[in-house]
């Protein structure tokens, strides 16, 4: 089954063009992200499959249909864009009972949602009054009303304490150990680093890289040591592999210890013997230092 | 449908700005309508002829047309200012849908609410005048057509609400619309500026209660040419509604 599917969707403002050519997939069981620096055109892409944005081209399917074909679409799709995008002066429980009827959901579904994201005492007041968290929390509830096969949720640790993050992680793997497809955006890598399988990665509009995360960081940089010495230069003679910056050697298919063994016989002092691991930010850092909307 | 109606109403219901708008509603209607009766009682030099009692109670009414083309235009565009139309629009992606509903929960409470104020009014406002509640010709249909005409600016404000979108843009047109373009158009010189006169929004629709002298347009064919104008500005709305990104 594909649960999302864009098809050379794209999305034009006059001359502007925020989003071109997207084509991808996405599946259930995992958790797939949605990454690109800010202005990439995530959210239009997530507002383009929710059926609020008309594309300028292509299409975006939900289960193989358009998202307004679906006659109860949050039974479907749960979806949370902007979890302020509410009307404050509206109780929890009134605005999600006004989301659930609309789409035939029955009024103790309300509760249990309200239960599962630990808002349950606060159902009656006002939702203007609502922090951050507990904002987003109500949004992932509205989400969750319909219990949904899939699942959207645009940049949604944005602004979080890191109990709330943490909260907000746990619950996507969850969902996605139940089996059920969710596509999530962020700018941050090391965010999707801790929750994604998968990466649909965009900068400007078009496509980076449709991948698994283990394929992503291979593809891009290796894994090397650092070396640094008061006697670089002849460090670099000795290792014989490796390149030398102004102030360490970069060396790439040797470990440490295989290092630090034929320079200890020589006995050439070291400063620094460091394994560098590839991070998932420095990857799409370099893949996506060509395409940040505004460069500083 | 039932499903949207259900929604439309329980947003409605749970949030105060219908609350204040219907009581301002009501506190204008009635407030004033005793405030006049009082004069005019007090004035009065005999009895009070039962429709002109009517009309002195229902004296209020302008001010609670804006109050509830107000509430029509708060219904749509609070959802934009937030950006709650896309959570509306996410549940009903049929946005005539969204939309029908709206107008069906809107008319309805509108409806009710105008009908139970005026009764009140009208019938606290003769009974000021010591005039025998609902007596004289015409009275009951005066009721019946102040609580339509009502209804129909409050649908005249939803339709520039879903139109422009913008709170203070729309209640700013609404009251143009309403009130102050009529009454310049009254202004026009001759046979052409009193028929076009006749045929602006209010002044046509206010036929539907007051049957002024020497206009061309009958109650029902007045309140006819009001709810036009509301139409046209409510099928521009909808065009734009799913025409638009939300």
Request: glycine content about 10%.
């Amino acid at each position: 089954m594909t649960a999302i599917r864009a098809t050379n969707l794209s999305k034009r403002y006059g001359a502007t063009v925020a989003v071109a050519d997207l084509s991808f997939d996405v599946g259930p069981g995992q958790v797939t992200g949605f990454l690109g620096p800010n202005g990439a055109g995530k959210s239009t892409t997530m507002r383009m499959i929710l059926g609020l944005d008309h594309p300028s081209g292509g299409t975006a399917l939900v289960d193989g249909r358009p998202y307004g074909d679906w006659k109860h679409p949050l039974r479907k799709i749960g979806a949370l864009l902007d979890a302020k995008a509410v009307h404050g002066g509206r109780n929890a429980r009134n605005h999600l009972l006004a989301i659930a009827q609309s789409n035939g959901i029955p009024a103790a579904r309300v509760e249990e949602v309200l239960e599962l994201v630990g808002l349950a005492s606060v159902a009656r007041r006002r939702i203007g009054g609502f922090s951050l968290g507990m904002s987003q929390r109500l949004g992932i509830a509205a989400a969750l009303l319909g219990d949904p096969e899939i699942l959207l949720f645009d940049e949604p640790v944005n602004g979080l304490d890191p109990e709330g993050i943490l909260w907000i992680r746990t619950l996507m793997r969850k969902l996605a150990a139940e089996g059920r497809t969710v596509f999530v955006s962020s700018h941050l890598m090391s965010e999707m680093a801790q929750t994604a399988d998968h990466l649909v990665v965009i900068g400007k509009g078009t496509m980076i890289a449709d991948t698994s995360v283990e394929e992503f960081i291979g593809r891009s940089s290796q894994a090397y040591v650092r070396v640094r010495s008061p006697r670089l230069a002849e460090v670099a003679e000795l290792v014989k592999v490796g390149e030398l910056h102004p102030d360490h050697l970069r060396v790439t298919g040797v470990t440490p210890l295989e290092i630090g063994t034929i320079t200890a016989r020589a006995g050439l002092p070291l400063e620094e013997l460091t394994l560098v691991q590839p991070s998932l930010e420095a990857a799409y850092m370099e893949l996506t230092k060509d395409s940040l909307e505004f460069s500083s | 449908m039932m499903n949207v109606i259900r929604s439309e109403w329980t947003k409605i219901r749970s949030v105060r700005s219908t609350v204040w708008t219907l009581a301002t509603t009501v506190l204008l209607m009635l407030g004033l309508g005793i405030l006049i009766s009082i004069a005019t009682v007090t004035n009065a030099k005999g009895p009070i002829a039962p429709v002109s009692a009517a009309g002195n109670a229902l004296s209020g009414i302008q001010f609670a047309t804006v109050a509830l083309a107000a509430l029509g235009v708060i219904v749509i565009s609070s959802e934009y200012r937030t950006g709650a139309i896309r959570v509306s629009l996410m549940a009903v992606p049929e946005r005539l849908k969204l939309l029908t509903a709206k107008i069906v929960v809107f008319t309805a409470l509108t409806l009710v609410v105008s009908l139970v104020t005026v009764t009140v009014t009208v019938t606290v406002g003769q009974l000021i005048m010591k005039v025998t509640p609902f007596s004289g010709d015409g009275v009951p249909m005066m009721v019946v057509g102040a609580a339509l005409f009502l209804t129909a600016c409050g649908l005249f404000g939803l339709a520039l609400g879903t139109l422009i979108r913008h709170t203070p843009g729309a209640i700013v047109s609404a009251i143009a619309l309403m009130l102050i373009v009529p009454g310049l158009m009254s202004a026009l010189p001759g046979v052409w500026g009193e028929t076009i006169s006749d045929y602006v929004t209010t002044n046509a629709g206010m036929q539907i209660f007051v049957q002024r002298e020497n206009i061309s347009l009958g109650p029902w064919a007045g309140y006819g040419v009001y709810l036009a104008w509301v139409a046209v500005v409510m099928i521009a709305g909808a065009v734009l509604l799913r025409r638009r990104d939300a």
